[in-house]
């Protein structure tokens, strides 16, 4: 049996507040209209999926805890070319709104990394293992 990665989908209470965010703030391209129950979004190749959690649970008969505030649970690794343009990007998407967890900081393995949350406090890690630009 061969298993692929197809997507990665997250379970949300707000869809027009997490599509506006992923959209508009990350840059994220939406392949259908904004209004449709689940959201399918595309990033570097990537989809990513938006879905009601109250729909989920419908449709899978169970009830299931989500963590409130910023969590833990996991994160969304986005890479940009160096150290400069971690803070920049940084600096960029806490101006649209993004919630600041840790600011840019170059740490003792070598990678400039920073830390902000969605409106719904899931991690989204925004990092360079290059000093400059090649």
Request: proline share 3%; aromatic share 12%.
């Amino acid at each position: 049996m061969k298993l692929k990665l197809d997507g990665i989908g997250i379970f949300v209470n707000d869809m027009r507040k997490m599509i506006t965010f992923y959209s508009e703030v990350l840059g994220f391209k939406i392949s259908e209209d904004k209004n449709t129950s689940n959201v399918y979004l595309i990033k570097d190749g990537t989809l990513f999926m938006l879905y009601p959690r109250k729909e989920f649970e419908k449709m899978t008969s169970t009830k299931f805890n989500y963590a409130k505030g910023i969590n833990g649970h996991f994160e969304l690794a986005l890479q940009v070319d160096c150290y400069d343009d971690v803070d920049s990007c940084f600096n960029q998407v806490v101006s649209k709104g993004a919630k600041v967890v840790l600011p840019p900081t170059t740490e003792s393995w070598g990678q400039r990394t920073s830390y902000i949350a969605d409106p719904e406090g899931n991690l989204i890690e925004i990092g360079s293992f290059n000093k400059n630009k090649k």
